[in-house]
């Protein structure tokens, strides 16, 4: 395996220690059940390169999200990209948790904002913290003008998006063509040292 730990005993290890609380017989046994049987949770498991890409899970804009896991995808048969819902569907009934799980195994954290809705708010907060800091990378819409840029995000990205252009790990693009070549150039193909 590539270092992502994908035992059922460790996850179920780490997910009560996330909940801070024991998981029911039923939770446990779904995550027994997808150790064996998902194919995504073995492919993410012995990839050499993971990539977690998260945003508005809404469509247009999840559309734009299965692109950006595509072209991270298609590096190699040794690189998996997924969105959080597409891998242990059914497995964790707590969203936080299951952010928490992956967001740590994988090798790069890829957000993608183009607005405020979708609920992923939570997630880009999460990644300011320490462990996530050095995996993140963030690709937020630009709008023409100052008027669409506040209707689309409220203070709280701002700031966070802040946060992350003065670490330089924000970078703007204004078509899903800007937005994959960004993407190409700014997001490393091997795992950081």
């Known amino acids: 395996m590539a270092g992502r730990e994908t035992d059922p005993k460790r996850l179920i290890e780490d997910s009560e220690a996330y909940l801070d609380d024991e998981l029911t017989p039923e939770a446990i046994e779904r995550l027994m059940d997808a150790a064996l049987t998902d194919g995504l949770l073995r492919d993410f498991g012995y990839s050499d390169v993971a990539y977690l890409v998260i945003g508005n899970f809404d469509e247009p804009q999840k559309a734009r999200l299965r692109s950006v896991r595509n072209e991270l995808a298609d590096r ?23 952010f928490k799980i992956f967001a740590d195994r994988a090798d790069f954290v890829v957000g ?12 880009l907060a999460e990644l300011d913290r320490e462990r996530y800091q050095r995996k993140t990378r963030v690709f937020k819409q630009d709008y023409l003008t100052i008027e669409e840029e506040r209707d689309a995000y409220d203070a709280m990205l701002a700031h966070l998006f802040e946060i992350m252009d003065n670490r330089g790990q924000l970078h703007r693009w204004e078509t899903e063509e800007e937005l994959l070549e960004l993407v190409a150039e700014h997001v490393p193909s091997s795992r950081p040292t």
């Open 112 to 123: 993608v904002f183009e607005d405020n809705e979708g609920g992923h708010e939570l997630e």
């Open 76 to 98: 190699g048969a040794s690189h998996f990209a997924f969105l959080l819902d597409e891998i242990g569907e059914q497995v964790w009934e707590n969203f936080v948790v299951k």
